[in-house]
């Protein structure tokens, strides 16, 4: 099969179940306590930039957006991104990713920021976030804190702690 095979929806609530079964699959247990989670449980993600990859009525693949602040910035959080193991290697999640940095630009975020495989996101056009501008609530290998700028300066305005923004905005 090919990547053009499947269809490439927004995510809708129905998705749900299926898409925690392949992030279980694809991250098991431990995922609730990597840092990304910890800003995700801040509050819901935005459904409308998120996306899946449908074969038939199964979902292949998947990935979720959510807006966060730091500093005076603000930016989407990509992830997680998951494709099941069936249909991995063959361009899916390069779509997805795609489709995400698109829909961000059309939501004017200033940039897109994740923590992942520099080698795998490197040539979807990310980069690492300068040492020191940027943490997360929770322990995270700066080197795999990656962004996207869509706008000139905006991954310089991401400073000090990455939040959920509904979070950041409760707090202030
Ligand atoms: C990472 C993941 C989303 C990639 O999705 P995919 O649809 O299989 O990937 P694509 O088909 O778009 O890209 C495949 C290419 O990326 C490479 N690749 C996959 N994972 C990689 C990684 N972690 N680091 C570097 N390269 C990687 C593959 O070797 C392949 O290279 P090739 O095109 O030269 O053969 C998928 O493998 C997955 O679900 N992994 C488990 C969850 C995960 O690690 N998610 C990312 C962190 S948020």
Redesign the pocket.
Same mark, same amino acid.
């Given at each position: 099969m090919k990547a053009t095979d499947f269809a490439y929806l927004q995510e809708q609530a129905a998705h749900d179940p299926q898409i925690d079964e392949i992030n279980e699959e694809?991250?098991g247990p431990g995922r609730y306590t990597r840092a990304a989670y910890r800003i995700r449980e801040g509050g819901p993600h935005a459904r409308a930039l998120s996306f899946v990859a449908m074969h038939g009525e199964t979902v292949a693949?998947s990935v979720r957006m959510t807006w966060v602040v730091a500093g005076k910035g603000r930016a989407l959080l990509l992830? *997680?991104?998951?494709?099941r193991p069936e249909w991995?290697?063959?361009?899916?999640?390069?779509r997805l990713v795609a489709m995400a940095l698109e829909a961000a630009a059309k939501a004017d975020a200033g940039s897109v920021v994740?923590v992942?495989?520099e *080698?795998?996101y490197g040539p979807l056009g990310f980069q690492r976030v300068p040492r020191g501008q940027l943490s997360m609530p929770g322990p995270v290998d700066l080197n795999r804190l990656l962004a996207h700028e869509i706008e000139a300066g905006a991954v310089a305005a991401l400073t000090g702690i990455l939040d959920h923004e509904n979070r950041a905005r409760a707090a202030a």
């Open positions: 694809a991250f693949g992830g *997680p991104l998951a494709v991995k290697n063959i361009g899916i999640g390069r994740l992942g495989d *080698p795998y």
